[in-house]
C-alpha cells in the first residue's frame, strides 16, 4: 500500500513485465528465426520445437547463449527441460500432449482455493454478493483455459462451487422451518425430514438440491462454468489453418 522508488528494472508482476519482455526478447526470437527454429514465447515463457532430440538440446544450448551472453539474462535451469508431446509438454497452465491439451491439476487446486476464500460459510454476506464477486473470477478462469479440453473439469468445478453455495444459504436460513418453507413455495409438499442447517453433507443432500435447483443460480445470476464452449479457439485455429 505504499508507492517503492525503483531506479532500475520493473516491479514482479507489473502489468508492464509482458511489454517490456516483449520488447527486449525479440531479439532472441529473430536470432531463434534465422537459425530456423520454430518457437512460440509468451513474456518469458518459451517452447521451442524440434524434430528430434538431439535437435531438442541443441537448441536449448542456443538458446541459453543467446539469454545469457548477448542479452544479459539468467535461465531457470530448474525450470528448463526436453519434453516430448507424447508426455505432455506444461506450458501457461496448460498440458499440452499429442493429441490433447488438457488443464494442468495444480491449476485447479489453486482455483479451488480461491474460490473457497470467497465462498466462507461464516462470511454472514447475502448470495447475491457473493455471485457478483465470484463472476468475474469465473469468467476469467473460464476464457484463459477454454482453449484446453477442460468440458470435464469445468463441470465438476461447477457442481463443487453450487454445493458450497448451498450450504452458506442453509446456514443463512439458520432454521429448518425456512428451507421447508422455500420447498413449499416450490411446490414440494411436506412432511420434509428435520436436517442440520450447518452441515456441509448436507449442502448436496436431495432437500438443499429441491429448495435450490441449478437453473435457481442462473437466475441468480451466476456464471455457469458448464455452458463454457472448450476447446473451441483451438480447435478453429486448427480448421482454419487445414482448411
Known amino acids: 500500500g505504499n508507492w517503492q522508488p525503483t531506479e532500475i528494472g520493473s516491479p514482479q508482476g507489473g502489468v508492464i513485465s509482458p511489454l517490456i519482455a516483449n520488447i527486449y526478447l525479440d531479439v532472441f526470437d529473430q536470432a531463434m528465426r534465422d537459425r530456423g527454429h520454430r518457437i512460440v514465447r509468451y513474456a518469458d515463457d518459451i517452447l521451442i520445437f524440434c524434430r528430434s532430440r538431439a535437435g531438442a538440446e541443441n537448441a536449448l544450448v542456443q538458446a541459453t547463449k543467446i539469454l545469457e551472453q548477448t542479452l544479459k539474462l539468467t535461465v531457470n535451469q530448474s525450470k528448463s527441460h526436453i519434453a516430448h508431446s507424447d508426455e505432455g509438454v506444461k506450458f501457461l497452465g496448460v498440458e499440452i500432449g499429442s493429441k490433447h491439451t488438457r488443464l494442468q491439476p495444480k491449476k485447479v487446486i489453486g482455483f479451488k482455493e480461491k474460490l473457497k476464500q470467497m465462498t ?82 448436507n449442502a448436496a443432500s436431495p432437500l438443499a438440491s429441491y429448495a435450490m435447483p441449478n437453473k435457481w443460480f442462473d437466475e441468480l445470476g451466476l456464471f455457469n462454468l458448464e455452458e463454457v464452449k472448450t476447446g473451441y479457439v483451438f480447435s478453429n485455429y486448427v480448421e482454419q489453418k487445414c482448411t
Not at 455471485?131 to 484463459?144: A, C, D, H, T, V
Not at 446456514?171 to 418453507?181: D, M, N, Q
Not at 413449499?184 to 452441515?199: D, V
Request: aromatic share 12%.
Open 120 to 201: 466462507k460459510r461464516n462470511g454472514g454476506k447475502p448470495l447475491s454478493d457473493i455471485i457478483k464477486e465470484l463472476n468475474p473470477l469465473l469468467r476469467g478462469f473460464s476464457q484463459y483455459f477454454r482453449i484446453a479440453n477442460t468440458s470435464r473439469e469445468f463441470k465438476k468445478l461447477a457442481a463443487w462451487l453450487r454445493r458450497r453455495l448451498r450450504s452458506i444459504q442453509l446456514r443463512l436460513w439458520k432454521k429448518p422451518s425456512r428451507l421447508h418453507r422455500r420447498l413449499r413455495q416450490r411446490g414440494y409438499k411436506p412432511p420434509f425430514k428435520w436436517i442440520s442447517m450447518t452441515s456441509w453433507r
